[in-house]
């Protein structure tokens, strides 16, 4: 059958567009489009926690790629969120050029949301990676509060220069290194249980640092039920090399019958503290009348007399009574050596009714002293920070309430500045693993994601 005039004329003029638009892309254009291959996208972490109106939130690094074209040609964005009143696409900020970008997430409100991060290439080509995400409610202080994350339950800490600082914790025997400055994961850790040849939490409260010498303790009491962990009757060492982000630890002597001694010396006083009563089977060790260690720190001027500061129990067992603190003369042996523990005059300090949730001191012998209640409801008893001299006999003075309402216990003093100069300030760490952060019932500690785990550091002014 011959083809109609105007349908040739049609398939001509079709065919000539064609050339035409072939010519205008160029000769190898199609084969560069077809030559593209799928982006690809890249998260440093998928799960990430941040605050409402929180300085210096958790950074993700994206990297991007694409077969074929520049990496500076690719563009990131949030195209999706599961629950914007937590955290919508306008909330999430992508930066920097090149194949690593830096994302960061300005949250709403508490709670959680599923956040889709989509990396678009060249040829229309993409691809997409989840980011889950957890955010915690605005607290006090928050420009002045940065997140430790990775851990839940800071118990102790020791400054080790450069901005860095190692944290303890009381759930686990895993020391981190953190930058101070910034919110995030720790940089380094450490676990040396297998080597102290414990299988349980130590359930470290207290830590002093001499010279390259840092002095660990465990809480030395029963646990929450009432049953002796002999693995909680742990005091050891670690000896640091470097400083800042270069530190290194390792593992020094170790000790485990000081809880034995205290009780021995207790005794052989008359039970004045009722030391061998407290730790019996059954007894819990937060209670008025209980036992339990959380302050380490060495008396002025000494590299061998430490400070054992005691969360419980108060002195008289009542409202009102005093903190205490025993001096054990040869810890530097103790630890070292393993030499039987000799303990010095007590020290009952007046903190206004609270005892010793933690001491540290500068290398001036001044002392700050973070003050609680000896119960186990930290969120809403009275905290406080007061500044010592470290001679018994002498007072301990106020110098500020600390803010409570806000998740967590006040647990840890990083450092002490110099307490005579005007403004100086403290970083404090509190341990949050009893927290319900994102508002759905979960205790901190219990939270399936180790970056959804986090306790609070904020700088609070001490002085004048």
């Not at 010396?265 to 039970?271: E, F, I, L, T």
């Not at 002498?394 to 803010?403: F, Q, S, T, Y």
């Amino acid at each position: 059958m011959p083809h109609h005039p105007s349908l040739r004329r049609a398939r001509t003029a079709a065919a000539a567009s064609g050339v035409l638009a072939l010519s205008l892309l160029g000769p190898n254009s199609l084969a560069h489009a077809a030559s593209y291959g799928t982006p690809t996208i890249a998260l440093s972490a998928s799960y990430l926690s941040g605050a409402v109106g929180a300085t210096g939130d958790p950074v993700v690094t994206v990297t991007v790629a694409q077969s074929g074209a520049d990496a500076s040609a690719l563009t990131v964005a949030a195209s999706a969120s599961s629950r914007p009143s937590v955290a919508g696409t306008g909330d999430v900020t992508v930066s920097g050029t090149g194949a690593t970008r830096q994302l960061r997430v300005a949250a709403h409100a508490r709670g959680y949301t599923d956040l889709t991060l989509k990396v678009t290439g060249l040829g229309g080509k993409s691809a997409t990676r989840t980011l889950h995400y957890a955010a915690s409610a605005a607290v006090q202080g928050a420009t002045d509060t940065r997140y430790l994350t990775g851990s839940s339950d800071a118990s102790a800490a020791v400054d080790v220069g450069g901005g860095y600082v190692i944290v303890a914790d009381d759930e686990s025997n895993t020391l981190r290194l953190y930058d101070r400055s910034v919110s995030g994961a720790p940089v380094r850790t450490w676990d040396f249980s297998a080597r102290l040849g414990v299988s349980k939490e130590i359930d470290i409260e207290g830590a002093a640092r001499v010279g390259n010498t840092i002095y660990w303790t465990g809480s030395l009491g029963n646990n929450k039920d009432g049953v002796y962990k002999a693995d909680r009757n742990t005091v050891f060492t670690t000896t640091v090399t470097g400083s800042g982000a270069a530190t290194e630890l390792t593992l020094g002597g170790s000790y485990k019958k000081l809880r034995d001694d205290l009780v021995g010396w207790d005794h052989a006083n008359g039970d004045r503290y009722g030391f061998a009563a407290a730790t019996a089977a059954g007894q819990a060790p937060k209670q008025i009348d209980g036992f339990n260690v959380e302050g380490l720190e060495f008396a002025p001027g000494s590299t061998s007399t430490a400070y054992i500061g005691f969360r419980a129990p108060l002195v008289p067992p009542r409202n009102g009574g005093k903190a205490l603190l025993v001096p054990v003369t040869n810890f530097d042996k103790v630890v070292g050596d393993g030499a039987k523990a000799v303990m010095g005059a007590p020290i009952e300090l007046d903190l206004g009714g609270l005892s010793i949730r933690d001491i540290r001191k500068n290398a001036a012998d001044q002392y700050l002293i973070v003050a609680g209640s000896w119960a186990a409801d930290d969120n809403s008893d009275p905290y406080a920070v007061y500044a010592w001299d470290g001679v018994a006999g002498h007072a301990p003075v106020k110098r500020v309430d600390l803010p409570t309402g806000d998740p967590g216990g006040w647990e840890a003093v990083v450092d002490v500045p110099d307490l005579s100069a005007p403004g100086a300030r403290a970083q404090l760490i509190t341990d949050d693993g009893s927290a319900d952060l994102y508002g759905d019932g979960t205790e901190a500690k219990d939270l399936t994601h180790p970056e959804w785990k986090k306790s609070r550091a904020t700088w609070f002014t001490v002085t004048g």
